[in-house]
Each structure stands twice: as structure tokens, then as C-alpha cells.
């Protein structure tokens, strides 16, 4: 997240708030990975790029129609993006063979993300999170000497927004294109009071997916008072599409994680990874060290770099030699692996979501920040803009 006025203090230890940034194009894909995409590119007569194909996508519960966008690039990427929530319902991407495959969890209609089953476990597939992604203890937090109570959807505390978070309103869609390629536009007015945050909070997001094989989504915001805003989006990856993600193989480019206590809030703590089952500095599979972290993974890890576009993660699936590469403004990453996926709950095209059956890099602020005064700053403020980028590059390796 960056704030215009970029006010915000830094950790001691040096982490200076990404706030402070200034937004880089996304980097080229490195290391080993190669192109074997094919070509199917979406141009008109004229050879300009189309606008991304809109679809109904059926009718929320309430009644009111909502729609279907999806951008595709001319490598035979093509991701699907409900303005329900700004969901991503569906990411389409090759093998190393060229045959394009299912990367996310998701379902066919908007009555999947409705469902009494998909409410109860709450797991966000696909969403855009706000006004606070992540935690906020004991669903409350001063600000300016007072107190503002939140809605608590997870048990004593607040995640994610609330119980209805930006996950779970209809966003006013512009579907469009840019010179980097298809694009869809999303924006909503989350008004004062809301889940009991103050300001009235106007929200853009830009999903964008490139010529060069990233889906990239830029996170913008203004309030008229002060507000705690942490934006992110809640996409589940499985570039097997297998039953499990245990044999991904992922970096992380972080040195020090979030300590949190048993309702996943931060101590405060923040431990380096080195000799711990969290230290991903160099490649590790996922099922590698899991049953050494009681419930699995579902922490912040601190990003090394906090300037420009940087480096947050990479993932490596060797059946089919996907790969995607995470980079962001932000100063942290949640690494969730689906550990409350349970098998009630089936996809598209009818496979289960059982333990482990995705995994989540939320590119974030950290959890519960409005409380903890030595993390960087997510308040903004009258007159600030809130900025803030993340792209997912795909590739393969042969």
C-alpha cells in the first residue's frame, strides 16, 4: 500500500513502509522459466485488442444480476473475473506442453460463492478483501483517541472486512482495455460506518492481464476520515490441478514471519525463519516441513525488499512445469495453504476442495497493524491516495 503523503514510520529493524513506494512495471520473468504458450490472440479486424467478453453470471440471492468478465492474452491465458465481490472465479493457464489448465478454485455461478456451505466455511475464493484483509484483534482499534467497535466474524475477532466484507458486495464494473492489455475496472463506495469503520471509503481495482503473461491488480483508495485500509485478494492457486498443492515447490523472499498466538493475531514478535519449517529463502515443497507447523500455514512473512515492485514469491509445480512468479508494493505476504478446506465444497467442474487443495499469497500489510504500533502504518487519511500493486506472472519449465 502506498500513501501520497508517506508519512507512515518505518520498523526499527529497517523496514521501511512500502507506502513510501513508488509503482515499477512489473519485472520479466527470470531464472529458467520459458514460453511454450500458444497463440490466440484477442484483436479485432483492426488489429487493436478487444474488450474482455462480458457473460451473465447469474443472480445473488437478493436478486440483482450480476456478470461474467474474461480477459485473455494472446498466449492462451484467459482468467475470468465476477464483479461479485471482484471475484476471480477462473485462471486458465498453459503447461509446459501448451495445454491450458484450471490454476484457481472457484465455481461456475455466483449461487456457488452464496451457498450455505460456502458461507459457513468462509473461505473467500477468488475475492477482493477489504476494507481490512487479514485480522484485527478483538474486532476493535483506536484511532485518533477513539475507539471503534468492528463486526467480529472469527470468533472474538475481525477477518477480512467483516461478515460482509468487500468479498461479498456487488463492485460497478468497467470492462476495458490498456497497452498493457485487457482490463477490467472495478469500483465501489464502502460508506462510513460500514462494519464499523469510519469514512466513506471510494475503492478502485484494476485487473489487468498482460501481454506478457501476468495478471496484474492495482489497489487504489481515497476516505473522507480517517480510516485503517489493508487491500488484497484471496485467490486460491493450484497450478497442478491436482487433488493437493503439498508437491508445489515455493520461494519466499523473506527473512522474518509473524509470531501469532492461537487465533492467528501477531505477538508482536517478529522471528527470523532461518532453522524453522518458514524459511522458503530457497525452494522448498509444501508438504516438505507442514506437519511441523501446528494447523499448517497461515502467516505474514516480511518481505525483504519494501521499494518499487519487488520480489515476494515464487512457485514451481513439476508435473506440469507451471510457474508463477509474485511481486508487489506491499511489505508482507500471507502464505495460506487451504488448511480449513474440508471437502464439503466442489468446483466447476466438479472436483472436491479437500485439505490443501489451494494455496493463498495475500500480498498485504501485517495482521492486526491498527493495534500494533511498531508495524507500518494502515491508516490513510483525508487528502491521501492509497496506491498499491501486485502481479502474478506465469511461465513453464521444461
Known amino acids: ?26 519485472k520479466q520473468a527470470t531464472g529458467n522459466s520459458s514460453s511454450s504458450m500458444t497463440d490466440s490472440a484477442q484483436t479485432t479486424a483492426t488489429g487493436t485488442v478487444a474488450a474482455p467478453a462480458t457473460t451473465s453470471f447469474g443472480k445473488t ?11 485473455t492474452n494472446a498466449h492462451g491465458l484467459k482468467v ?5 465481490g471482484g471475484t476471480i472465479t477462473s485462471l486458465q493457464v498453459p503447461d509446459k506442453t501448451g495445454k491450458p489448465g484450471e490454476v484457481v478454485l472457484g465455481f461456475a455461478n455466483v449461487s456457488g460463492y452464496q451457498s450455505p456451505e460456502f458461507l459457513k466455511s468462509g473461505p473467500y475464493f477468488g ?13 476493535k482499534f483506536t484511532l485518533d483517541g477513539k475507539e471503534y467497535a468492528l463486526a467480529k466474524n472469527n470468533g472474538e475477532n475481525t477477518l477480512h472486512g467483516g461478515k460482509k466484507g468487500f468479498d461479498k458486495v456487488v463492485w460497478q464494473a468497467e470492462p476495458g482495455t490498456s ?37 496484474k491488480i492495482d489497489y487504489s483508495a481515497t476516505t473522507d476520515k480517517a480510516t485503517p485500509v489493508n487491500l488484497t485478494n484471496h485467490a486460491y492457486f493450484n497450478l497442478s490441478g491436482g ?19 492461537a487465533g492467528l493475531i501477531p505477538t508482536g514478535e517478529l522471528r527470523p525463519v532461518k532453522g524453522t519449517p518458514f524459511d522458503f529463502t530457497t525452494p522448498h515443497a509444501i508438504g516438505e516441513r507442514i506437519a511441523q507447523v501446528p494447523g499448517g500455514y497461515d502467516h505474514n512473512w516480511l518481505l525483504n525488499s519494501t521499494t518499487g515492485l519487488h520480489a515476494a514469491a515464487t512457485v514451481y ?26 471437502g464439503t465444497l466442489k468446483g466447476a467442474n466438479g472436483q472436491t476442495y479437500g485439505k490443501h487443495a489451494g494455496f493463498c499469497m495475500e500480498t498485504q500489510h501485517f495482521p492486526d497493524s491498527p493495534n500494533q504500533p511498531k508495524f507500518p502504518s494502515t491508516i490513510l487519511k483525508p487528502g491521501q491516495t492509497l496506491k498499491s500493486t501486485t502481479t502474478y506472472k506465469f511461465g513453464v519449465r521444461q
Not at 243 to 261: F, M, P, Q, S
Open 61 to 71: 440471492t437478493d436478486g440483482t444480476e450480476v456478470q461474467l468478465y474474461t480477459l
Open 127 to 139: 475475492a477482493l478483501i477489504g476494507r481490512y484483509g487479514n485480522r484485527i484483534a478483538k474486532g
Open 317 to 342: 509445480e513439476p508435473t506440469t512445469g507451471r510457474t508463477m512468479e509474485v511481486t508487489t508494493t506491499e511489505p508482507g505476504l500471507q502464505f495460506y495453504t487451504g488448511n480449513f478446506l474440508d
Open 80 to 84: 475470468s473475473i465476477t464483479n461479485y
Open 179 to 215: 497497452a498493457e492489455g485487457q482490463t477490467l475496472k472495478l469500483t465501489y463506495l464502502s460508506k462510513d460506518g460500514e462494519e464499523g469503520y469510519p469514512g466513506n471509503l471510494n475503492v478502485t481495482v484494476v485487473y489487468t492481464l498482460t501481454a506478457d503473461d501476468a495478471l
Open 243 to 261: 487433488k493437493d498443492v503439498l508437491g508445489h515447490e515455493v520461494t519466499i523472499a523473506a527473512d522474518r514471519y509473524n509470531v501469532v498466538d
Open 1 to 26: 500500500m502506498k500513501i501520497s503523503s508517506c508519512i507512515a514510520s518505518s520498523l526499527a529493524a529497517g523496514l521501511l513502509l512500502s507506502a513510501c513506494n513508488q509503482n515499477q512495471p512489473a
